[in-house]
């Protein structure tokens, strides 16, 4: 299967602290987004990173992509309790980048 | 507003009764996916559309069964033959060049 796993199933932290969670996938990617989900809610797409990319930053984002391992881990810095969600990859096959398959997800707390 | 419309949010189906949850956009896009989403869980495709009149099952496409009859409506019908249909399910639409998926707020579906 394609679909990614990300790591740790959850992660409690203080407002203030960074917050990172991995993801690992199985085939080559053609890109790989990261989306956040709110209780009871729709996902929100937060960031894609392409397969020829590294890393990438959006405001207090920052993604990484290690395509020989791979993996990619997504970084937020100085949480807010307003993070608090869950966190979920997505990854797009080589032969059809429009189909996306995702991991079950981090569930972040982040205490104020 | 441009957005994604899922309805009704929440919706009761008694054991052996058909029910059709409705998504909508007027996002212009030409792709279209229904996910289901179990407790704790990540995401799992049900069925895809590339474009109008056309579509493809997913992972657990069994008990289900979709229309694209206009671009902008994706119905998903629930039918009897889903043993375990409890569940939240995600509709979402994506122009189809892998940029990544706008979802819909979600629809509750509870056996009772």
């Known amino acids: 299967s394609q679909q990614g796993e990300e790591d740790p199933q959850a992660l409690s932290i203080q407002e203030g602290e960074n917050a990172t969670m991995n993801c690992s996938y199985k085939?080559?990617?053609?890109?790989l987004q990261w989306y956040r989900q709110n209780s009871g809610r729709g996902l929100v797409h937060l960031i894609l990173i392409r397969s020829n990319e590294r890393e990438k930053h959006s405001g207090r984002l920052r993604v990484t992509l290690d395509t020989s391992k791979k993996s990619s881990s997504l970084l937020i810095t100085a949480s807010r309790a307003a993070d608090t969600a869950s966190y979920f990859c997505?990854?797009?096959?080589?032969?059809?980048?429009?189909?996306?398959?995702f991991g079950s997800g981090t569930k972040l707390n982040v205490k104020p | 507003d441009g957005g994604i419309t899922q309805s009704p949010k929440y919706l009761f189906r008694k054991e052996g009764q058909n029910v059709t949850l409705s998504c909508e956009q007027n996002l212009n896009h030409d792709a279209m996916y229904w996910y289901r989403q179990d407790p704790g869980q990540g995401l799992r495709l049900i069925y895809y559309s590339q474009i109008v009149n056309d579509f493809q099952k997913g992972d657990i496409a069994e008990g289900y069964s979709v229309s694209r009859e206009k671009k902008e409506s994706f119905p998903l019908t629930v039918t009897s033959a889903q043993k375990n249909p409890t569940a939240f399910y995600l509709c979402a639409s994506s122009i189809r060049d892998g940029s990544g998926y706008t979802f819909g707020s979600g629809t509750r579906l509870t056996v009772v």
């Open positions: 085939t080559s990617i053609n890109n």
């Open positions: 997505a990854t797009a096959d080589s032969y059809n980048f429009n189909k996306f398959y």
